[in-house]
C-alpha cells in the first residue's frame, strides 16, 4: 500500500505539473526522465511541449495533447493511429495551482542548481490514500514551476532536463491527419458478470 502511495503522489504531481506551466504563461519544451522502485516502472524517457494554454506529452507508447482552451484531452496511440477524447471536468477546471495535491506542510530548504536551472528547493508533506509522504520540489526561479520533484526516501523521482524555453509550434497540440477517434464504452453489467464467471466468479 505504501509504494502504491507514493506513485499516485508521484502521477498526480506529473498531471498538476501542467497545470502550474499554463498558470505561469511560459512556452517551453524539455526531456522528462521519471525513476520509480515500483513494480513494473524503473525509469521512463518522455518529452514535453507547452504552449500557451497547450501541452503536449510523450511517452514510447502514446501521446497525450491537452488543450485548456477546448477544455479538452486527447491521447493519441501512434501505431493503431487511433485517438480517445476526454473533457475536463469541472473540479478539474477549478484546483488550486499554488500547491501540491494533498498538500499539508511546506518547508523551504534554501537554492540549489539543478540541469544548469536555478530553483528553490523545498520539503513537502503530502497526504494520499490516508498516509503521510514527504517528497522534495525545486521550484524554477524562471518558469515558475518545479523542474524536479522527488521521494524523500528515494522511491520515486520527476525531472525536466535539457528545457528550451520559446514558443511552441501549434502543430504539436493538434490531432494528425489520418487518425480516427475511439469509442470508449464502459462494460454493461452483462459483460461484467461475464468475466466473473470467467475468472472465477468472485471480486478480490
Known sequence: MKRLSIVL???????????????????????TITKSNAPGMGEMSGKMYFGKDKMRMETAESVMI?????????TLMPSQKMYMEMPFGQATQNMPLDKTPGEVERTPMGKELVNGRM??????????ADQKTEMYSWMDKELGIPIKSSAVDGSWSY?????????????????PAGYTKFNFQAPSQADIEKLKKMYGGEEE
Do not use: H, W
Request: with cysteine.
Open 66 to 74: 491537452t488543450r485548456m482552451d477546448k477544455k479538452v484531452a486527447y
Open 119 to 128: 530553483t528553490d528547493k523545498y520539503k513537502i508533506t503530502v497526504m494520499a
Open 9 to 31: 503522489v508521484m502521477v498526480l504531481f506529473v498531471c498538476f505539473l501542467g497545470l502550474d506551466v499554463f498558470a505561469a504563461g511560459k512556452e517551453f519544451s524539455a526531456d
Open 159 to 175: 525531472e525536466y532536463k535539457n528545457v528550451k524555453v520559446g514558443p511552441q509550434a501549434d502543430s504539436l497540440f493538434e490531432i
